[in-house]
T-cell receptor, first 115, second 109 residues
Framework: ETGVTQTPRHLVMGMTNKKSLKCEQH?????MYWYKQSAKKPLELMFV???????ENNSVPSRFSPECPNSSHLFLHLHTLQPEDSALYLC??????????????FGPGTRLTVT | GQNIDQPTEMTATEGAIVQINCTYQ??????LFWYQQHAGEAPTFLSY??LDGLEEKGRFSSFLSRSKGYSYLLLKELQMKDSASYLC??????????WGAGTKLIIKP
């Protein structure tokens, strides 16, 4: 595997279900991100992990719970979601340095539908 | 607040040239990215500008004017495969990446 991989690619879940999204990066990067992408809206940054430490949490509802066990893996645990949470969830990684962020490499995303 | 403006949609003809504009109002500036995203796929990096001027990379060029808060992506010799969304993103003074909503480019034969 190369680049950034995400599983599953598609997920349909009821509002009472619990599921997890998985992301893995094979680029040796030190930062990983979760984004939400809704139609015709800017990418919404949800969480940032830098060297496995969470550095950003942009007022995301607690029904989304991230986990970063190491610098190559990132999870997003989902529970009691709402229909408005239906979107494309993108994972990205980058190599952060003193000069600031470098370009981010994205995974193919998980298309989530909440029924 | 922080804001990035791009046209929602543009249409161009195969073989032609198209310019996609991006204007930004952010708290500080530390660079600007352009990404390409085909439908149902991940965004992929196209270019990075931090100094004023034009950066050329094959058929794609990106221009930046920091004093005007303005950038454009220029695509030459358009091909059908260039049909995609083009995302503009700015790094602000806190090194946060602020994203535009993207411009959907439709290429017609």
């Amino acid at each position: 595997e190369t680049g950034v991989t995400q599983t599953p690619r598609h997920l349909v879940m009821g509002m009472t279900n619990k599921k997890s999204l998985k992301c893995e990066q094979h680029l040796g990067h030190n930062a990983m991100y979760w984004y939400k992408q809704s139609a015709k809206k800017p990418l919404e940054l949800m969480f940032v992990y830098n060297f496995k430490e969470q550095t950003e949490n942009n007022s995301v509802p607690s029904r989304f719970s991230p986990e970063c066990p190491n610098s190559s893996h990132l999870f997003l645990h989902l529970h009691t979601l709402q229909p408005e949470d239906s979107a494309l969830y993108l994972c990205a990684s980058s190599q952060e340095g003193l000069a600031g962020p470098y370009e981010q490499y994205f995974g193919p995303g998980t298309r989530l539908t909440v029924t | 607040g922080q804001n990035i403006d791009q046209p929602t949609e543009m249409t161009a003809t195969e073989g032609a040239i198209v310019q996609i504009n991006c204007t930004y109002q952010t708290s500080g500036f530390n660079g600007l990215f352009w990404y390409q995203q085909h439908a149902g796929e991940a965004p992929t990096f196209l270019s990075y500008n931090v100094l004023d001027g034009l950066e050329e990379k094959g058929r794609f060029s990106s221009f930046l004017s920091r004093s005007k808060g303005y950038s454009y992506l220029l695509l030459k010799e358009l091909q059908m495969k260039d049909s995609a969304s083009y995302l503009c993103a700015v790094i602000d003074s806190n090194y946060q990446l602020i994203w535009g909503a993207g411009t959907k480019l439709i290429i017609k034969p």
